[in-house]
């Protein structure tokens, strides 16, 4: 089992900038790409971005290409979500993802295996 707890999420101004972490234990061997999604209030969850296992490769959906970052220090067992030039739209609430089976490419909820709590991001205009 692996368990995931994301952190850092608020509220911020339109243009602001947030950071958000997810730190995974247990089972955290196991672990190859981890993922950040989001779900606005009446939507259905959306991917946001995912990072490969050595952190090498990094794929983001077309709304935050530019503006958000995606890292990972694997000896912390730690993924980052970082958020410049926030938009109204950016509002949610943030879910981190873990894949446990290698070669998913990882831009589906159905590529993950484990999920955090969420943490809400707000942003106001």
């Known amino acids: 089992q692996v368990q995931l707890a994301e952190s850092g999420g608020g509220l911020v101004q339109t243009g602001g900038s947030l950071r958000l972490s997810c730190a995974a234990s247990?089972?955290?061997?196991?672990?190859?790409?981890m993922g950040w999604f989001r779900q606005a209030s009446g939507k259905e969850r959306e991917f946001v971005a995912r990072?490969?296992?050595?952190?090498?490769?990094?794929r983001y959906a077309d709304s935050v290409k530019g503006r958000f970052t995606i890292s990972r220090d694997n000896a912390k067992n730690t993924v980052y979500l970082q958020m410049n030039s926030l938009k109204p739209e950016d509002t949610a609430v943030y879910y981190c993802?873990?894949?446990?089976?290698?070669?998913?490419?990882?831009?589906?909820?159905?590529?993950?295996?484990?999920w955090g709590q969420g943490t809400q991001v707000t942003v106001s205009s």
């Open positions: 990072i490969t296992p050595s952190g090498g490769t990094t």
């Open positions: 247990g089972r955290t061997f196991s672990i190859s790409v």
């Open positions: 993802a873990a894949d446990v089976l290698p070669y998913r490419v990882g831009v589906v909820e159905g590529d993950y295996d484990y």
